[in-house]
């Protein structure tokens, strides 16, 4: 089983930064790409970005490229997703999850994660 954590969510102004981390126990996370999804109040969930299991290749939604960077840090078993120049519509609850096959590459497909976090809420005022 794995428990996947996130946290580093907050109140900030539009154009600020802020990091999120996703923190795994009870399993690495080291064979597996991982991704980060938000989900905004009256809107679907949505992609944001995903990392190769390796790190090696990422991917990004449009709306984020050049302002939000995914990466991650295997020996800490943690994910991370650095967010700058924020905008209001980035706010959201964000969530991270794990693809469910070994040694993969980033995807956007929410349905090729199997374990996700309870989220942490993002809020970008003006």
């Known amino acids: 089983q794995v428990q996947l954590v996130e946290s580093g969510g907050g109140l900030v102004q539009a154009g600020d930064s802020l990091r999120l981390s996703c923190a795994a126990s009870g399993r690495t996370l080291s064979r597996y790409a991982m991704g980060w999804f938000r989900q905004a109040p009256g809107k679907e969930r949505e992609f944001v970005a995903s990392?190769?299991?390796?790190?090696?290749?990422?991917s990004y939604a449009d709306s984020v490229k050049g302002r939000f960077t995914i990466s991650r840090d295997n020996a800490k078993n943690t994910v991370y997703l650095q967010m700058n120049s924020l905008k209001l519509e980035d706010t959201a609850v964000y969530y991270c999850?794990?693809?469910?096959?070994?040694?993969?590459?980033?995807?956007?497909?929410?349905?090729?994660?199997?374990?996700w976090g309870q989220g942490t809420q993002v809020t970008v005022s003006s």
């Open positions: 990392i190769s299991w390796n790190g090696g290749s990422t």
């Open positions: 999850a794990r693809r469910y096959s070994y040694f993969s590459g980033p995807t956007t497909n929410s349905q090729e994660y199997d374990y």
